[in-house]
T-cell receptor, first 110, second 114 residues
């Protein structure tokens, strides 16, 4: 079975502090991992994916296959980072199935 | 930039009534999805649709649910006889290619069943 776990429902950090949103997954094949973000009253939108190995809005995430983790990190949090963050896994037989974690609500305190 | 659009943004209905939620996926996308998010809970997969038929569905997607692509642009989710527990945000998403690629989401339709 495929599963994505985000252990923290809520996370608060001060502006300028480092932030790490945790994501662990279980999957029997080779998954593709994503982070989606949902700002207040907006749609879910892609933040980054592990294949791209890119940094978006200062966020990075490294896929650690040994620990089956895909934690999202940013060295200096900004107020505009306050949002809901979802870790997602793409897999299944056709690769067309997406599984979402329960989400972490990040609040950056000014 | 093309977007997935959903209507209505909010619908209030009485228990037992039928509801149709509409989605217009991005025009060159081939895979379509419905997800549900009950308030305070995670985003749950309902169904995926490709080549004019359901390709995968979850346990949530029982006989009261159906999907259709009636005219080549709209992708609809019908809930035949709504229950209180159907109250949720329903998200439509689309994807261009097969395999592991990004999903593009609509803004969601909030359904409130009274």
């Amino acid at each position: 079975a495929q599963r994505v776990t985000q252990p923290e429902k809520l996370l608060s950090v001060f502006k300028g502090a480092p932030v790490e949103l945790k994501c662990n997954y279980s999957y029997s094949g080779s998954p593709e991992l994503f982070w989606y973000v949902q700002y207040s009253r907006q749609r879910l939108q892609l933040l980054l994916r592990h294949i791209s190995r890119e940094s978006i809005k200062g966020f990075t995430a490294d896929l650690n296959k040994g620990e089956t983790s895909f934690h999202l990190k940013k060295p200096f949090a900004q107020e505009e980072d306050s949002a809901m963050y979802y870790c997602a896994l793409s897999g299944g037989e056709t690769g067309n199935q997406f599984y979402f974690g329960t989400g972490t609500s990040l609040t950056v305190i000014p | 930039e093309p977007e997935v659009t959903q209507t209505p943004s909010h619908q209030v209905t009485q228990m037992g009534q039928e509801v149709i939620l509409r989605c217009v996926p991005i025009s060159n996308h081939l895979y379509f999805y419905w997800y549900r998010q009950i308030l305070g809970q995670k985003v749950e997969f309902l169904v995926s649709f490709y080549n004019n038929e359901i390709s995968e569905k979850s346990e949530i997607f029982d006989d009261q649910f159906s999907v259709e692509r009636p005219d080549g642009s709209n992708f609809t989710l019908k809930i035949r006889s709504t229950k209180l527990e159907d109250s949720a945000m329903y998200f439509c998403a689309s994807k261009r290619e097969t395999g592991k690629r990004e999903l593009f989401f609509g803004e969601g339709s909030r359904l409130t069943v009274l």
